[in-house]
């Protein structure tokens, strides 16, 4: 297994997510948040254990300042905009490895939808990141979302074990998955990824409190911590609520 010391503590982790402006466009971000020095700032203060970024951003705000030389770096690989996405998503790769390395990044990421009817390519994309990436001692990171016409239907306990499970297949270091509902869920979820990590993303929660709760359910679970984005930087205080979740995971 390639080494993850570069973005874990004690085997655990908080990793500030910054990619919604790709995936869902401005609309969730207002004049507090816009700006990615604004989110570079919260990670430099809260010290996460990396901070989630495509290549533009990483370009533009990251590499070369003082950012890169206390942030870690894991830049997504590929993406897509909300837009365009039917039944089936797709999220082309967009960066190689190699860029992400010049970048200054300590890991990639990319995003399979387990259930999609693209699975082809983005299995194949991510077989030649995860072979580039492994050559260079560089881990990688599956976001293992469940999506698409294959899924639909199905029990939300089976599709989140079979997308853990898939990282594990597939040589992922460390999967990101959205929470399955429950702790019980996620404990099989954890228990399919074997030696596999696995991190839950946010979402978008009404309550502060709620997604406090779902920070504890998920450490009872096994897994290794959170990736969290709007739930920290559209938080009033969000340097404050960082500060919570993280006492949550490394306690
Ligand atoms: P959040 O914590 O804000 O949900 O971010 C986690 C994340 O995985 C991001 O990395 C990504 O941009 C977003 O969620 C995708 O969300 P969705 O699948 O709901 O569009």
């Known amino acids: 297994m390639t080494d993850l010391s570069k973005i874990t503590t004690d085997g655990k982790a908080f990793y500030l997510a910054y990619d919604q402006g790709m995936e869902h466009g401005p609309t969730d971000f207002d004049d507090e948040n816009v700006d990615p020095k604004e989110i570079l700032d919260i990670a430099l203060k809260t010290k996460v254990n990396a901070i989630i970024l495509q290549k533009g951003i ?139 990590r696995v991190v839950v993303s946010g979402g978008k929660m009404d309550k502060v409190e709620d997604f406090l709760e779902m920070v504890r359910i998920v450490m009872k679970s096994g897994a290794t911590g959170m990736a969290a984005g709007r739930n920290i930087w559209q938080n009033e205080n969000p340097t404050e609520i960082a500060k919570k979740t993280k006492e949550i995971i490394f306690s």
Not at 146 to 152: E, F
């Open 58 to 196: 990483a370009e533009n705000y990251y590499s070369g300042t003082e950012y890169a030389q206390k942030i870690p770096l894991i830049l997504k690989l590929n993406g897509k905009t909300n837009l365009a996405t039917g039944e089936d998503p797709y999220s082309p790769q967009i960066c190689t490895v190699h860029e992400a390395l010049s970048l200054g990044a300590s890991a990639v990421g990319y995003t399979i939808y387990v259930g999609s009817k693209y699975e082809p390519q983005m299995f194949s994309e991510f077989a030649k990141i995860e072979e580039e990436a492994h050559s260079r001692q560089i881990p990688v990171i599956g976001w293992m979302y469940i999506g698409g016409s294959g899924s639909i239907g199905k029990d939300p306990r089976d599709l989140t074990a079979y997308a853990t499970r898939l990282g594990l297949e597939m040589g992922a270091d460390m999967v990101k998955i959205k929470y399955p509902g429950n702790l019980e869920n996620l404990k099989w979820a954890v228990e399919s990824a074997g030696k596999v």
